[in-house]
């Protein structure tokens, strides 16, 4: 199985340019989330979805925007990238917020 | 919204010894406090979790023990081996229709030869 795949693993963008993080699941869940992890901050919560066609904000979600394209897919959009959205980002899935949350390989994004 | 709090933040004990993270929420309706494990270069994985209808909960040499009215949950490593090392995360949920999982900061666990 292959569980939470993101795409790209690496990415180095230039301030000001935009890119789309690449989410899906196959786990037929219902939650999706997108974190980014940085040192001595843990992972912080940008937005998440708790079933297709639904999104919130999480606690960092200012210079990003989120589609729930449909059930498996959840993508991360920066329209403007800023240095400070260097980062790890995680994208993960669970069967709602009581279940274990799996996590994706990470995408390592530097902006530059 | 939920605010978790993780210490410390890094911990080193000799292998064999036992290893104790903290964790403490702000949210009294949240309900779901798992442990997750992460090793270098990979994304965090589930170890452990615990409801708020129990105490107390152990798998094999990790134990995790919460305390609703203190609004604090902590987890156990006995005998600690040098796979242990890691960042260990805490976190809590709500569940029901809001399902914001929050974050604690984090705790680098090293195991000492």
């Known amino acids: 199985n292959a569980g939470v795949t993101q795409t790209p693993k690496f990415q180095v963008l230039k301030t000001g340019q935009s890119m789309t993080l690449q989410c899906a699941q196959d786990?037929?869940?219902?939650?999706m989330y997108w974190y980014r992890q940085d040192p001595g901050m843990g992972l912080r919560l940008i937005y998440y979805?708790?079933?297709?066609?639904?999104?919130d904000k999480g606690e960092v979600p200012n210079g990003y925007n989120v589609s729930r394209l449909n059930k498996r897919e959840f993508s991360l959009r920066l329209e403007s990238a800023a240095p400070s959205q260097t980062s790890v980002y995680f994208c993960?899935?669970?069967?709602?917020?009581?279940?274990?949350?799996?996590f994706g390989q990470g995408t390592r994004l530097t902006v530059v | 919204g939920e605010n978790v709090e993780q210490h410390p933040s890094t911990l080193s004990v000799q292998e064999g010894d036992s290893a104790v993270i903290k964790c403490t929420y702000s949210?009294?309706?949240?309900?779901?406090f798992p442990w997750y494990k992460q090793e270098l270069g990979k994304g965090p994985q589930l170890i452990i979790d615990?409801?708020?209808?129990?105490g107390e909960k152990k798998d094999q040499r990790i134990a995790v023990t919460l305390n609703k009215t203190a609004k604090h949950f902590s987890l156990h490593i006995t005998e600690t081996q040098p796979e242990d090392s890691a960042v260990y995360f805490c976190?809590?949920?709500?569940?029901?229709?809001?399902?914001?999982?929050?974050f604690g900061k984090g705790t680098r666990l090293h195991i000492l030869p």
């Open positions: 615990i409801r708020s209808n129990v």
């Open positions: 979805s708790a079933s297709e066609g639904t999104t």
């Open positions: 949210d009294s309706a949240s309900n779901y």
């Open positions: 976190a809590a949920s709500r569940g029901n229709r809001d399902d914001k999982i929050i």
């Open positions: 786990m037929n869940h219902n939650s």
């Open positions: 993960a899935s669970s069967d709602r917020g009581l279940a274990e949350a799996f």
